[in-house]
């Protein structure tokens, strides 16, 4: 499968971004879709995922309430809906796809296909 996101950009704190992963070869459903980050001189972060099997969801704690995933399978695109947005919040954002659909692992080692990221900016 090859992942392609985009909707990334510069905002202000408190805005909304809406960035979006479309997956060609498979459908989304078929996959484990995650959501992960990283900042400058950091290390890549879980942000969330969405399970194929189910649609069953997870977020990290910091996220939570202001991250939403969903997706749409007739478009084979996963979207991550970022809100309220804080100047940590910035980052490359990348999407990727695990085979396992019952998959609840937060670990980027279990997700073997990644996207080329969206940078999305976020000013005080």
């Known amino acids: 499968v090859q992942l392609v996101e985009s909707g990334g950009g510069s905002v202000q704190a408190g805005g909304t971004l809406t960035i979006s992963c479309v997956a060609s070869?498979?459908?989304?459903?078929?996959?484990?879709m995650g959501w992960f980050r990283q900042a400058p001189g950091k290390e890549r972060q879980f942000v969330s995922m969405?399970?194929?099997?189910?649609?069953?969801?997870d977020s990290e704690d910091s996220v939570k309430g202001r991250f939403t995933i969903s997706r749409d399978n007739a478009k084979n695109t996963v979207y991550l809906e970022v809100s309220s947005l804080k100047p940590e919040d910035t980052a490359v954002y990348y999407c990727?796809?695990?085979?396992?659909?019952?998959?609840?692992?937060?670990?980027?080692?279990?997700?073997?296909?990644w996207g080329q990221g969206t940078q999305v900016t976020v000013a005080s």
């Open positions: 969405i399970r194929g099997g189910d649609g069953w969801s």
């Open positions: 990727a796809a695990n085979r396992n659909t019952w998959s609840t692992s937060r670990s980027g080692a279990v997700y073997g296909y």
């Open positions: 070869g498979r459908t989304v459903s078929s996959y484990s």
